[in-house]
């Protein structure tokens, strides 16, 4: 953030070199939003970045926003964590953040290793469809919902911290590709 900064403050320097026909930092000041991954507990995003945050140039100068693009951590019980950062998106404290992405929708099977820890749902043991992408036939599965390192459910923590309570989409099951060809 700070590199940059200094690349739309001045770029006409090193690294950037350029020699702008417009207002390069006017337009980074009105248009501009900074933004940040992270997997770090809401409290520790707080004591590390948005006290700091609120008291850096960013802020105290330019006024630019920031939220996160991907949070989820998976070190801590979500139905504790998600709410600190979603109330923190509404505290008078931090005005300058918008809030969080929840990272991410489903598992990445496909990547393996420790990002099989992150998403809200897993994939099922009941296959709902067959589906033809470019060629490719690929299956379908249910989506079971993903639970924090305590066994509570992720969606029903993301659905709490964002003030759903019970309110809000309720998921059924679909029948299985099974059920529906009438196999078994």
């Keep these: 953030m700070e590199e940059l900064y200094h690349c739309m403050k001045h770029p006409e320097k090193s690294p950037t070199n350029y020699i702008p026909k417009n207002d390069v930092f006017a337009a980074y000041k009105k248009r501009?939003?900074?933004s940040f991954n992270t997997a770090a507990p809401g409290h520790v995003v707080e004591e590390l970045f948005l006290d700091k945050y609120a008291k850096s140039i960013f802020w105290s100068e330019i006024r630019l926003p920031v939220f996160i693009g991907e949070y989820h951590s998976v070190h801590v019980g979500?139905?504790?964590?998600?709410?600190?950062?979603?109330n923190d998106a509404l505290s008078s404290k931090y005005p300058f953040y918008l809030g969080y992405n929840?990272?991410?929708f489903s598992v990445r099977y496909d990547k393996g290793g420790s990002e099989k820890e992150f998403g809200m749902f897993g994939y099922g043991d009941c296959p709902l469809v067959e589906m033809n992408y470019s060629g490719?036939?690929?299956?379908i599965w249910n989506l079971v919902?993903?639970?924090d390192k305590y066994g509570y459910p992720l969606s029903k923590a993301l659905k709490n911290a964002y003030g759903k309570g019970s309110a809000g989409p309720v998921l059924r099951d679909a029948p299985c590709l099974e059920e529906v060809l009438g196999v078994s």
């Design 102 to 104: 929840f990272f991410e």
């Design 32 to 34: 501009w939003v900074n």
């Design 78 to 86: 979500a139905k504790d964590d998600l709410p600190i950062l979603v």
């Design 136 to 139: 490719k036939v690929y299956t």
């Design 145 to 147: 919902p993903a639970k």
